[in-house]
């Protein structure tokens, strides 16, 4: 299969076929896409907004079918920014509904950096049962929300945003539409002052009783019961257990299919390092957690292993099966040209998890020749890995993103292997869920 689609318009059928025509979008296999047109690869070192794009807006693309002969693109212009982790994207259980985060508003008129975009403090609701994409509801959530997810029975949005002292938020869902927010304070101590921001990560347990917070201010990770009350409205939160000491910086985090592990990806950034982000080196910490219900001193959440990870490994994916964690590493590619640590490509790290002990083998690391490849998500069955590319180097040819296609290999050694397809996206890629 030879993949190379381009992106004309918003909400443009691009590729058709009987078979899809005859198929329902919700019912075959999808991968959602963001895309955000204004931070290039280096505004986090210069500050500097790209150039106005007069081709692209912010974008969510639905690439469906992604593995057969005749996949089918569309896509909807919606506000996102690429800034923060690559959590801004979720979908419901059901497939009917895609859920954006806005962590930044769109660029005002003569806007030329970063700090000149406001703050966003939005999620959307995009309903996908049909055949365009169509925003049905919107509401507002908290400021610069990092991360979002739906929980596993699909009523109710967990957020994390950046205000004090009600840092999490909840929205009830129902047919795509949200409810009233109830918003909590994580109940921590004062700040280190290591970061401003608290927490950039929120992920839910699978059994839907617990969130984890990764805590990037404190170089931990907290475990929390949430509370509903009979309207499914959230009306409490509960230290679940203790919380545990990663190493530095846990940017983001993922419960393996399972929910016996939690595994943090530390990418040692700080303003002890040279120019924040100037270690090459991460770690991985797996969590074993307690048992579902556990209470007091039996809530006891341990750490049986670290291993090295890549450099500025910012998505983490497990497999549907939970045998196999992928990372991608961003590596230098986001630095300007000329700079010490720039470099010309990113990579793919394979790792395989014992689920007796929760130690993680690294098979390999492997080049990918895109910039900031941000965005990961398995196919259905645990053997094909979508990799968002935020950008090409020394590529102007429009659509400037990518979702490359890449597999697993069984043959000997557990490998990563790149495939000949990608689905040309509107630049700035930066996070990838599937259904």
Known sequence: MQTHLRIAGLAMVLTTSLALAETSPTKAEAILVLSDTDMVPTVYETGELGPLNAEHRDTLSIITSPLNEAPLVTAIEISNSTYGPPGALDLSPDGLYAFVAETFRQRPEGATRLEELPQGDTIRS??????????????????????????????????????????????????????????????LEPSTGFIPLKSTWIQWHPSGRYIAVNLVDRNQVAFYEVVRGQDGTVSAIHPWGNRV???????????????????????????????FYGVREGILTTVRLANVGARGDTARHTVPHITLGGWGAETVAFSPDGRFLVTSNL????????????????????????????????????????VLPQGLAFDRGGRRVFVGVNRYRNESTSPGGAVEVWRIT??????????????????????????
């Open 126 to 187: 995009v309903s996908l049962d049909g055949a365009r994409a169509t925003i049905v509801d919107s509401v507002r959530i908290g400021t610069q929300p990092q991360a979002i997810e739906v929980s596993p029975s699909g009523d109710l949005i967990a957020a994390i945003t950046v205000d004090p002292g009600r840092e999490l938020a909840f929205v009830p869902l129902k047919d795509g539409r949200f409810g009233p927010v109830a918003s909590f304070s994580l109940q």
């Open 245 to 275: 000491h990663t190493n530095k910086f846990p940017f983001v985090g993922r419960f393996s299919p399972d929910g016996r592990y939690y595994v943090t990806s530390d990418v040692q950034w700080g303003v002890d390092t040279d120019g």
């Open 331 to 370: 590596r230098g590619t986001g630095k300007p040209k000329g700079s010490r640590d720039w470099t010309e490509q990113a990579s793919l790290s394979l790792y395989e998890l014992d689920s007796e002990t929760g130690r993680l083998t690294l098979h390999g690391e492997w080049p990918i020749s895109g």
């Open 410 to 435: 069984e043959e000997g050694r557990p490998a990563l292997v790149a495939t000949q397809d990608r689905f040309r996206l509107p630049p700035g890629v930066h996070t990838i869920v599937g259904r």
